[in-house]
């Protein structure tokens, strides 16, 4: 059984969504949902615990998830929970009442197909997110639950001969990735602005070494090798995204 987990928040605390994917063989399994107030651990840690107490039967889990703190949640000592799980106490206590029927692990590499399946679950929590934010505009009412989202098959031919996951014309950009963004020559990271703190620091750094400046160049994420590039943590986020105001640019 493979897990999943995507999870957005704007500000802390603040509007959030969650989104997991289940696969196992043949079957899978959506769930996602969004909170009006709360934090990115939680909307994490509640995608997993939903993974999980959606299983019936003792299973083997892999989890899949770009979330450190769900990395830590499964590979630290669980009898001495840090703050921000003693924040999440409540989740903690279902996570620990279904964990022991099953063996859960930790991916910690995720590429090609599993890659993008978290990107996709991601944006599934990020479209929860933003649905939140919307509904807290207008009304704090119960949030409207977005269109249901169909999983794609990622493993499956598209039409240009080639699996979904890595086709450059089938394939999606990531939660918090602009669809053309910028990277130096030779760098390793995907920037969406060309003014980033981090790239210009790298850049700084760079001339104070003495090494010769590599380039600035645009690049499209749908011509990024999967794997080759990873999104910059400072400006490929949804908070930049938003802060920005730039959210409405991602195709979803
Ligand atoms: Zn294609
Ligand atoms: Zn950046």
Known sequence: MKVYTGGACDGDPGPGGWGVLLRSGRHQKTLHHSAATTTLSRMELTAFVHALECLKKPSQVRLHSASAYLRDVLTKDPGRPDQESRRNADLMRRLGNCADLHVLSWQSTTDGVDAAYLEWINRVALKEMLAQAASKATTRAQAPKPASTPVPDLDKECRHGMK?????????????????????KGGTTYHNDPDCYWLRWGQTQAHRQGKNLRDIVSIAWSNVVPGELEPCEFC???HWLLGSGRVRQISW
């Open 236 to 238: 490929c986020t949804v």
């Open 164 to 184: 979904v996951a890595y086709c450059a014309n089938c394939k999606q950009p990531m939660a918090g990735v602009l669809p053309n963004g910028y990277r130096t």
